[in-house]
């Protein structure tokens, strides 16, 4: 799930974390855990009859097919919100009767009489009605949004209902009984009879249409079976009805028995709709590849959805926002990519519990950076890469100054809702991408990708845990990464550092000649025993004439230092130009050097050169921001720009000071 309101939530909810995130007001332990699995939930068939889309109501008639786990089982248990349940009903093979229920509060607790031994299956059948559901969650609208149409508007979408639905995180429990947990996984199948034309989609394969009976009005009406015959968790559970265009794009076709891209597009938008999602089956091919794992679903779909906002990975049906049908196309490439590899990362494994929801986000994100890299022109991939990257290295930075124990770590089971685990500081998603990032350049590409390979290969179409990543990760590098995981993941916070350095001549009349060049190092966040110093290895690059020495300083403790002899005076000495270590940094070294490496260096580095530059009240600073300030790289022209407002705001106080 992509969320363009992040920020301005998770400002909000880090207030919420005022004291210690451990224990609760009144002392209790407020760690969340994941519900029981007291049975393996094998199979769900959920037939849905709407008889007018207008009116906001729905009969369905659920059969949950499940096992015990464990031991002989006497009750099931099942959330369920905002529903009325008429009945349940058993089946066992040809037997079929009535069983005791009890709904309230949220929760469907079914007798299971006689109980139900291992290795016994049995059918639960649950009718129930639905009317004027409300959505949840606020912004994100969750479980059905079912939105009226506006017979005045100018285009056939607009002009009748829609419904679409959000199940992430636990949302789905307000239009069909299930465990509304993502440590569950199973088959499911829905029906759905509606008036024609109305479109309907879901998870899976379409099995096929057929017509229903008419409408109380006579309207002919249409019955859509739609299978997802591989397990897959509650959350990603959808169903989107309304007045579309299917189109279909590049490399298939609705009707094709292949794997099929295709969009459900508001009517009279399918030109620009195609373009803007043109790229999508080229995502495919890329990630597939680079994941040694062709696509693992029937169809691959997008349906773009009034009145919604982000997107949604539901298995193999994404939910995407109405208004991307009229955007610029290649806009929306980060956020198609990003929900397109949630398909693997997600979908196909997905986190055991929200306290490593990291694992699908962080991965999503990360996704968006990967197809920067993979779509880039001959020579650009690692400067698009960067690009990318470097979003999510500046919001981290930007907003993530907590610490233990009054902040959630990225990794932690301490959040007040299942829904405040996604909008926190330690952000699973920009964090997230930020840690993948970091293991990627301490391991190396010949080693984490093959380990990325043999997780998702694994892991295929199960559940999944940190631990589960790190394992692989350490068995293909032969690395101890504990430290790594504990630092990056289950603490809160990032490492900020203060860089100063020093050249001394060793001829003072000579200050360009042979010398000793001392580098610095301060760790400058909150330090104490619940958030004791990092332990970081920094790459620095140090230019002399033609040449490049490259060393690495070991900080392990609030301080370090390294010290280097050179034959002449450095051009420019340049600490992480590839940023593989995420750690926001005030470095003072002299002007001419900065300059250096806003012209020569990566392009991470160029952006924190232009971000430092602003501290020197020079023309020749002025001069080189103006240079990148007119470059083609986005994050380099802002972050210039940035500088030479804050120049100008800090020369018209001087000025207006002096005209006192």
């Given at each position: 799930?992509?969320?363009?309101?992040?920020?301005?939530?998770?400002?909000?909810?880090?207030?919420?974390?005022?004291?210690?995130?451990?224990?609760?007001?009144?002392?209790?332990?407020?760690?969340?855990?994941?519900?029981?699995?007291?049975?393996?939930?094998?199979?769900?068939?959920?037939?849905?009859?709407?008889?007018?889309?207008?009116?906001?109501?729905?009969?369905?008639?659920?059969?949950?097919?499940?096992?015990?786990?464990?031991?002989?089982?006497?009750?099931?248990?099942?959330?369920?919100?905002?529903?009325?349940?008429?009945?349940?009903?058993?089946?066992?093979?040809?037997?079929?009767?009535?069983?005791?229920?009890?709904?309230?509060?949220?929760?469907?607790?079914?007798?299971?009489?006689?109980?139900?031994?291992?290795?016994?299956?049995?059918?639960?059948?649950?009718?129930?009605?639905?009317?004027?559901?409300?959505?949840?969650?606020?912004?994100?609208?969750?479980?059905?949004?079912?939105?009226?149409?506006?017979?005045?508007?100018?285009?056939?979408?607009?002009?009748?209902a829609q419904i679409h639905s959000q199940g992430q995180p636990e949302f789905n429990r307000k239009w069909f009984p299930c465990h509304d947990f993502p440590n569950e996984r199973l088959t499911t199948e829905l029906i759905v009879t509606v008036e024609d034309p109305f479109v309907v989609s879901s998870n899976g394969r379409l099995v096929g249409t057929r017509l229903g009976s008419p409408a109380?009005?006579?309207?002919?009406?249409?019955?859509?079976?739609?299978?997802?015959?591989?397990?897959?968790?509650?959350?990603?559970?959808?169903?989107?009805?309304?007045?579309?265009?299917?189109?279909?794009?590049?490399?298939?076709?609705?009707?094709?028995?292949?794997?099929?891209?295709?969009?459900?597009?508001?009517?009279?938008?399918?030109?620009?709709?195609?373009?803007?999602?043109?790229?999508?089956?080229?995502?495919?091919?890329?990630?597939?590849?680079?994941?040694?794992?062709?696509?693992?679903?029937?169809?691959?779909?997008?349906?773009?959805?009034?009145?919604?906002?982000?997107?949604?990975?539901?298995?193999?049906?994404?939910?995407?926002?109405?208004?991307?049908?009229?955007?610029?196309?290649?806009?929306?490439?980060?956020?198609?990519?990003?929900?397109?590899?949630?398909?693997?990362?997600?979908?196909?494994?997905?986190?055991?519990?929200?306290?490593?929801?990291?694992?699908?986000?962080?991965?999503?994100?990360?996704?968006?950076?990967?197809?920067?890299?993979?779509?880039?022109?001959?020579?650009?991939?690692?400067?698009?890469?960067?690009?990318?990257?470097?979003?999510?290295?500046?919001?981290?930075?930007?907003?993530?100054?907590?610490?233990?124990?009054?902040?959630?770590?990225?990794?932690?089971?301490?959040?007040?809702?299942?829904?405040?685990?996604?909008?926190?500081?330690?952000?699973?998603?920009?964090?997230?991408?930020?840690?993948?990032?970091?293991?990627?350049?301490?391991?190396?590409?010949?080693?984490?990708?093959?380990?990325?390979?043999?997780?998702?290969?694994?892991?295929?179409?199960?559940?999944?845990?940190?631990?589960?990543?790190?394992?692989?990760?350490?068995?293909?590098?032969?690395?101890?990464?504990?430290?790594?995981?504990?630092?990056?993941?289950?603490?809160?916070?990032?490492?900020?550092?203060?860089?100063?350095?020093?050249?001394?001549?060793?001829?003072?009349?000579?200050?360009?000649?042979?010398?000793?060049?001392?580098?610095?190092?301060?760790?400058?966040?909150?330090?104490?025993?619940?958030?004791?110093?990092?332990?970081?290895?920094?790459?620095?690059?140090?230019?002399?004439?033609?040449?490049?020495?490259?060393?690495?300083?070991?900080?392990?403790?609030?301080?370090?230092?390294?010290?280097?002899?050179?034959?002449?005076?450095?051009?420019?000495?340049?600490?992480?130009?590839?940023?593989?270590?995420?750690?926001?940094?005030?470095?003072?070294?002299?002007?001419?050097?900065?300059?250096?490496?806003?012209?020569?260096?990566?392009?991470?580095?160029?952006?924190?050169?232009?971000?430092?530059?602003?501290?020197?009240?020079?023309?020749?600073?002025?001069?080189?921001?103006?240079?990148?300030?007119?470059?083609?790289?986005?994050?380099?022209?802002?972050?210039?720009?940035?500088?030479?407002?804050?120049?100008?705001?800090?020369?018209?106080?001087?000025?207006?000071?002096?005209?006192?």
């Amino acid at each position: 799930m992509r969320n363009f309101v992040l920020l301005a939530v998770v400002i909000v909810a880090h207030s919420a974390w005022a004291q210690d995130v451990r224990v609760t007001g009144s002392g209790a332990d407020a760690a969340n855990y994941p519900p029981p699995r007291h049975f393996d939930h094998l199979h769900m068939r959920l037939v849905i009859d709407i008889p007018d889309m207008e009116a906001r109501a729905l009969s369905a008639e659920q059969t949950l097919t499940v096992t015990p786990i464990g031991r002989a089982r006497s009750e099931l248990v099942l959330n369920a919100d905002g529903m009325k349940i008429q009945s349940v009903m058993r089946t066992d093979g040809r037997s079929r009767r009535a069983a005791r229920f009890e709904h309230a509060d949220g929760v469907l607790r079914i007798a299971v009489e006689p109980a139900l031994r291992l290795g016994e299956t049995a059918e639960f059948v649950t009718s129930y009605t639905l009317e004027n559901p409300r959505p949840a969650g606020g912004i994100i609208g969750g479980g059905l949004t079912w939105t009226r149409g506006k017979l005045s508007a100018s285009d056939e979408t607009s002009k009748f209902a829609q419904i679409h639905s959000q199940g992430q995180p636990e949302f789905n429990r307000k239009w069909f009984p299930c465990h509304d947990f993502p440590n569950e996984r199973l088959t499911t199948e829905l029906i759905v009879t509606v008036e024609d034309p109305f479109v309907v989609s879901s998870n899976g394969r379409l099995v096929g249409t057929r017509l229903g009976s008419p409408a109380a009005s006579g309207k002919p009406r249409m019955t859509w079976h739609w299978l997802q015959d591989k397990p897959h968790a509650n959350y990603l559970v959808t169903l989107v009805v309304g007045r579309f265009s299917i189109v279909g794009l590049p490399g298939g076709t609705p009707e094709e028995n292949a794997v099929v891209n295709y969009l459900y597009a508001p009517v009279g938008t399918e030109e620009n709709a195609a373009k803007v999602y043109s790229a999508t089956p080229a995502m495919m091919s890329y990630f597939s590849t680079l994941l040694d794992l062709p696509y693992p679903w029937d169809k691959y779909s997008q349906a773009l959805c009034r009145g919604y906002q982000g997107g949604m990975e539901n298995t193999s049906a994404t939910t995407m926002s109405e208004s991307s049908a009229r955007a610029r196309p290649g806009s929306q490439d980060d956020i198609i990519a990003h929900e397109l590899i949630h398909q693997w990362f997600g979908d196909y494994l997905t986190c055991k519990t929200w306290e490593h929801a990291w694992l699908n986000e962080g991965w999503a994100s990360y996704g968006e950076a990967m197809w920067a890299e993979g779509a880039a022109a001959p020579g650009r991939a690692r400067r698009d890469y960067q690009r990318k990257m470097a979003q999510f290295i500046r919001t981290q930075g930007g907003m993530n100054r907590t610490s233990a124990p009054a902040a959630p770590a990225m990794v932690s089971r301490y959040y007040a809702s299942p829904f405040a685990n996604f909008i926190k500081a330690n952000d699973i998603y920009s964090k997230g991408a930020c840690v993948l990032h970091m293991l990627r350049m301490q391991l190396g590409d010949d080693v984490f990708w093959p380990a990325v390979r043999a997780y998702v290969k694994r892991h295929a179409l199960g559940s999944v845990e940190t631990d589960d990543f790190r394992y692989c990760l350490e068995e293909f590098s032969g690395q101890s990464l504990e430290r790594f995981f504990t630092q990056w993941c289950y603490r809160p916070g990032l490492p900020r550092l203060a860089v100063e350095m020093e050249w001394s001549p060793a001829e003072e009349e000579k200050p360009d000649g042979a010398g000793e060049l001392t580098v610095t190092f301060k760790q400058t966040q909150r330090i104490n025993a619940d958030n004791p110093a990092y332990v970081l290895d920094l790459p620095v690059e140090i230019k002399v004439g033609d040449g490049l020495e490259r060393r690495t300083v070991r900080m392990d403790s609030m301080q370090a230092e390294l010290k280097v002899r050179l034959a002449a005076k450095p051009a420019d000495v340049t600490v992480d130009p590839e940023m593989s270590v995420v750690a926001p940094t005030s470095i003072r070294k002299p002007l001419a050097m900065w300059i250096e490496q806003a012209r020569h260096s990566s392009l991470l580095a160029q952006i924190q050169a232009a971000e430092h530059l602003r501290e020197f009240d020079d023309p020749a600073a002025a001069e080189t921001l103006l240079v990148l300030a007119r470059g083609e790289e986005l994050e380099l022209r802002d972050a210039a720009l940035a500088s030479l407002e804050a120049l100008q705001v800090r020369t018209t106080a001087l000025v207006s000071g002096g005209a006192r």
